[in-house]
Structures are given as structure tokens and as C-alpha cells.
């Protein structure tokens, strides 16, 4: 049996998605930036495009920004908040010690260039509170970003909470929401958001197209310098099959949310509960507030390349924390964050399903995956060690 079980590092295009940039390819060619009828026909189709966007997030269409992906999205929305904060004095920026390193890079960065950057703890369950993050903003403070949901343990954060607390305090408020978008009702205004990052591939969109929200009056520095696209906010002729199949796949996903997320809740749930029965082995992540696909777990005395060496030759698609650092021999960080020892973050195993997944298919992971553990124990000399009383048991 062929197990899919990676969802959130990319999604099968779904055919609605694909129908639809084949429609942008054959149908609506040209360049938008033209002024000829053919032109005009790609810009009425990549406007109704962004207003589709807009909709399933409670924005309006000219607050959304075409980007090549959730990376970029990030990277303009930090580097925008960072510059708007230099031009009052402001530098100080609060965000988590576990959020995806296209927001971490992109604040060493800032450090370089003299800005104040304060990682908030995330404990043992993998969030923060927004009294945490009203605790550490101060007069110079100039953003918080904080993710919507990890990439990794699957943890969903009180995004509306947080984001009260920012608008009170007068402070800009970006959450990368890429892991969020197309599983979780998201609505921007109602939860203060003043800019938010989504990536189409991680709903069942094409890879190389995502979106920057940004709340209208919020100046974007431009990354990328050439004509006058996207209101002077991205140069670069937009890639508007990319961006219809984002719409319709993102479309897709909100208008099927609740019930898809109860199919893989339950799925999920019964994935949890099987591997729990496995000895010294724990759930990584909030066990209440937790994307539906997502299933982190953490197992003492084996390694997580082997375990995934391992699944792959059975046919089951997992990773062992973001696919961005799946090449690093490194344990996660997200992992060190919540508290995990370096020896048991290494034997970390991240299985995320999506609607297309089914229940016979978690029975072949849960028939599986015990046997693979079982037996790279048998053969480690850390495990040994730990059943022989050499090393003490974390798990």
C-alpha cells in the first residue's frame, strides 16, 4: 500500500486547481500588464482571482499581494513592519522561538541591522498566550509575528487573542499563516491581523505562488525591484496560471473546511491513540488545539532518518520535522523549543494527512509503523543502553 502521509510539506494539486491553470494557460494568456483585449481578459481573470482570495480570509481584493510563496510572504511582511518601526524609532520586534525559518532568517537578519529581537518560550506544548506577548511589548516595540499554526507539532495559537492584545497596543501584528490556511477559518479583520503569509501548495495549490495580506494603509517595502505590478508592491509579471489555481484550490478548501476537518480529525485521532501505545514514545504539540492533519510524535532510542528510510520502503510518505531542513543533521528547533533533549528530538516522526486520506490507510500506518520502531531498537546501542539501565529513560 502507497501511504501519502506529508501533507504539510506539499498537497496533491487538486483537479479543480489544475483545471483551473489550464484555463490560464490556454484561456486567459496574456500578459495583465497589456493593454490589448487579450491582456485585459488576464487582468479581469487574476482580479477575480485575488478577490476569491480575499474573500476566504474577510479581506478586501486590494490588500492582497501575489508572492512566489509563503517565504517571500514572510520576508515582505517583516522587512515592511521592520522599516515602518525605523521611521518612528521603534526596533523592538517579539515573535516565538519555534516559527518556520523564513520568519527566523529573515529577524537574524534584522539583528544585523540593530534591531531588538525577543523569542517568547513556548513550553512543553508548543504556544504562547497573549499575555505572554503583551508582557514583553514596550513603547519601541514595532511587530509581533507570531505563527497561526506549527509547521512541525501542529500547535494553533490564539491568533485572536494575540492579535487584540497588538491592536490595543498600537503594534503591527504578522502571523504566518501557511500552515492555517485552507484547514482553519481565518477572518483578519475580526482577529486584528494586520498582515498575514499563505502559500497555495500546502492546500492542495500549485508550488511558486502565494499571498501577502496586508491590512489597507500599510506600506510594503518592495523585494524585488522592475515595473509596476501588483501596485508597486512585487515587480514582475504576475504568474496568473499559478494564481487561478490558487484561488480555486484555496476556494476549494474553505468551502469544504468543516467537513474536512472533521474526516481528518478523526483520523488523526486515531493515529494518535495507536502510537501512544508504543513504550516511551509522546505526542509532540498542544493535544487540544492541534491542526486536523497534524501527528508529531517523538520515540526514544531510534533515529528518525532510519525510521523514515524505513517507512519509505513499505510504501509511507512521513518526515521527521519541516521538509525546509529535512537535508540537516541538526534535531528540529521547534523540537528543542518545547523542551525535547537533542537524543530524542532526533527520533521524531511528523505524519500529516489530508481529506484524501483513509481510515484503512492510518490501520496500515498504525500496522507499520510499530514494527519498523520495534525493530530499529533491536538493533541500536542507545537502546540497549536505556533497557539495561546505562541511560535513563526521558520518555
Same mark, same amino acid.
Given at each position: ?28 494568456? *496574456? ?6 483585449? =487579450? ?5 479581469? /481573470?487574476? #482580479?477575480?482571482?485575488? &478577490?476569491? $482570495? ?115 497596543? *498600537? ?6 499563516? =501557511? ?5 482553519? /477559518?481565518? #477572518?483578519?479583520?475580526? &482577529?486584528? $491581523? ?202
Amino acid at each position: 500500500m502507497q501511504v501519502y502521509a506529508d501533507n504539510a510539506a506539499t498537497t496533491k494539486m487538486s483537479s479543480t486547481a489544475v483545471q483551473a491553470m489550464l484555463y490560464g494557460m490556454e484561456k486567459v494568456y *496574456g500578459n495583465p500588464s497589456s493593454l490589448h483585449t =487579450v491582456g485585459q481578459q488576464a487582468a479581469e /481573470a487574476m #482580479q477575480a482571482a485575488r &478577490q476569491k $482570495i480575499a474573500s476566504c480570509i474577510g479581506a478586501t481584493a486590494n490588500e492582497i499581494t501575489f508572492t512566489s510563496g509563503g517565504s517571500e510572504a514572510d520576508n515582505q511582511a517583516i522587512l515592511s513592519a521592520a522599516a515602518i518601526g525605523a521611521r518612528k524609532g521603534k526596533k523592538h520586534i517579539v515573535s516565538t522561538a519555534f516559527e518556520h525559518h523564513a520568519v527566523l532568517h529573515t529577524l537574524d537578519q534584522l539583528k544585523k541591522q540593530g534591531y531588538e529581537v525577543e523569542l517568547l518560550p513556548v513550553g512543553p506544548i508548543g504556544t504562547v498566550t497573549a499575555q505572554q506577548v503583551e508582557d514583553a511589548i514596550r513603547e519601541d516595540t514595532c511587530l509581533v509575528s507570531v505563527m497561526y499554526a506549527n509547521n512541525e507539532v501542529g500547535s494553533i495559537l490564539p491568533i485572536g487573542e494575540i492579535g487584540a492584545v497588538c491592536r490595543r497596543h *498600537g503594534v503591527l501584528f504578522h502571523t504566518d499563516a =501557511v500552515q492555517a490556511a485552507g484547514h482553519l /477559518a481565518i #477572518q483578519v479583520e475580526e &482577529q486584528n $491581523i494586520d498582515l498575514l503569509s499563505l502559500s497555495a501548495h500546502k492546500f492542495h495549490g500549485p508550488k511558486g505562488i502565494g499571498v501577502l495580506y496586508a491590512r489597507k494603509g500599510i506600506p510594503l517595502v518592495s523585494l524585488i525591484q522592475g515595473g509596476a505590478q501588483e501596485r508597486h508592491k512585487r515587480a514582475g509579471t504576475e504568474n496568473l496560471p499559478a494564481i487561478l489555481g490558487m484561488a480555486a484550490a484555496l476556494e476549494e478548501a474553505c468551502d469544504h473546511l468543516e467537513e474536512n476537518a472533521a474526516k481528518v480529525s478523526r483520523l488523526r485521532d486515531q493515529l494518535v491513540e495507536g502510537l501512544s501505545r508504543i513504550p516511551h514514545s509522546a505526542l509532540n504539540g498542544d493535544p487540544v488545539h492541534r491542526l486536523p492533519g497534524n501527528v508529531s510524535f517523538c520515540f526514544e532510542g531510534i533515529e528518525g532518518e532510519s525510521l523514515l528510510l524505513l517507512l519509505d520502503s513499505k510504501g509511507i510518505c512521513a518526515s521527521s520535522g519541516s521538509a525546509c531542513t529535512s537535508g540537516s543533521l541538526d534535531p528540529s528547533h521547534v523540537l528543542l523549543a518545547l523542551g525535547r533533549p537533542h537524543e530524542v528530538a532526533h527520533g521524531s516522526l511528523r505524519l500529516s494527512l489530508c481529506a484524501e486520506n483513509t481510515e484503512a490507510e492510518v490501520e496500515y500506518l498504525l500496522k507499520e509503523i510499530p514494527a519498523v520502531v520495534e525493530y530499529l531498537r533491536s538493533i541500536s546501542p542507545m537502546w540497549k543502553d536505556l533497557v539495561r539501565g546505562k541511560r535513563q529513560f526521558v520518555l
